[in-house]
């Protein structure tokens, strides 16, 4: 989907739900935000930590940690956003596998072209 947050806008923090109060959207997926349109102001949060994410970057979302977003600048920010399906087995909230890039917290970089929060 595209997800477009306006100027000024927020998308205050929360934990995706299956509906029922039960966490996820599905309990073997997760959503990668790829920034198409962005500012140095549009951030995201997620488990307590801040980040912007730069356009044609790629971030694994942990959709059962509280997230949100604040766009703070001037332009709207859009991203492209999918779903992962693991497939039966694999529980995200086990953490993700050795061969993806996790998001620093405090003062680390991340690379540009790929990231993860949770």
């Known amino acids: 989907m595209l997800a ?12 995706d739900t299956a509906g029922g109060g039960v966490p996820g959207s599905h ?3 997760h959503k990668v935000h790829v ?3 962005t500012n140095p102001s549009a951030l995201l949060r997620v488990a307590g930590a801040s980040i912007h994410a ?9 959709n059962l940690a509280p997230h949100g977003a604040f ?5 709207d920010r859009i991203h492209f ?10 529980d ?3 953490g ?10 405090a003062g680390r970089t991340v690379s540009q072209q790929s990231g993860n929060i949770s």
Do not use: C, K, Q, T
Request: hydrophobic share 45%.
């Open 4 to 15: 477009r947050l306006e100027s000024g806008h927020r998308i205050d923090l929360h934990i």
């Open 27 to 29: 309990p073997f997926v």
């Open 35 to 37: 920034p198409l349109e």
């Open 54 to 62: 730069a356009a044609g970057s790629a971030w694994d979302i942990n």
């Open 71 to 75: 766009n703070g600048g001037a332009r």
């Open 81 to 90: 956003i999918f779903e992962v399906f693991e497939g039966a087995g694999h």
């Open 92 to 94: 995200i909230r086990e």
């Open 96 to 105: 993700l596998r050795e061969n993806r890039v996790r998001a620093a917290i």
